[in-house]
């Protein structure tokens, strides 16, 4: 079965612009969560969605958002680039999101900011 | 809020040393934990997991145990090799029914392995 993918997985931004990352979740899983992560402020949870519906959302301002489409793939877009947004961007799937599930994380997307 | 708590690093090792790290956490109700590791460039693979009190989650010669009268989930393993030498991190879930999967982590710790 293969994993979960994520692309582009590097990508350069200047100050202003927006990007939009993707992730593929592993068949079957119908739950997708994206996390940044910075070697300040470590792994922090962005949002979870799951069928299509956003079910969590973390402490990010409203320049980061999220989509889910039918077939469980998500986008997640940052509008508006600053240069604290250069981050490995993750994103992880699982069945159900339950709690006890576990979550299989994608490669990640390495955004920098200029 | 939830929280999770790892001891501080990096640490270094010798091959065939052993391993403890730790990690405690607060939450409310009964959450499920995991150890989750991170190689240089890659996202992050699923050590092992425990979902509920005195679980033993084992895996690749790792273990760690779910204590619920300390709020700790200390990883062990009994000889390291140069190979683990990677990012380990502690999290936790909130596993009330129908609650969500939203992961809080500790910050990581690096270890290194000399041969």
């Known amino acids: 079965k293969a994993g979960v993918t994520q692309t582009p997985r590097y990508l350069i931004k200047t100050r202003g612009q927006q990007v939009t990352l993707s992730c593929s979740p592993i068949s079957g899983h119908r739950s997708v969560s994206w996390y940044q992560q910075t070697p300040g402020q470590g792994l922090q949870f962005l949002f979870e969605?799951?069928?299509?519906?956003?079910?969590n959302k973390g402490n990010f301002p409203g320049r980061f958002s999220g989509r889910q489409f039918s077939n469980s793939r998500s986008e997640m877009n940052v509008s508006t680039l600053e240069l604290g947004d250069s981050a490995l961007y993750l994103c992880?799937?699982?069945?159900?999101?339950?709690?006890?599930?576990?979550?299989?994380f994608g490669p990640g997307t390495r955004l920098t900011v200029l | 809020g939830n929280s999770v708590t790892q001891m501080e690093g990096p640490v270094t090792l010798s091959e065939e040393a052993f391993l403890t790290i730790n990690c405690t956490y607060t939450a409310t109700g009964y959450p499920s934990l995991f150890w989750y590791v991170q190689y240089p460039g890659e996202g992050l693979q699923l050590l092992l997991k425990a979902t509920k009190a005195d679980d033993k989650g084992s895996n690749k010669g790792f273990e760690a145990t779910y204590r619920k009268e300390t709020t700790s989930f200390h990883l062990e393993k009994g000889s390291v090799q140069v190979s683990d030498s990677a990012v380990y991190f502690c999290?936790?879930?909130?596993?009330?029914?129908?609650?969500?999967?939203?992961?809080?982590f500790g910050k990581g710790i690096t270890l290194s392995v000399r041969p």
């Open positions: 969605y799951f069928s299509e519906t956003q079910r």
């Open positions: 992880a799937s699982s069945l159900a999101g339950h709690g006890t599930d576990t979550q299989y």
């Open positions: 999290a936790l879930s909130d596993a009330r029914t129908g609650a969500n999967s939203k992961l809080t």
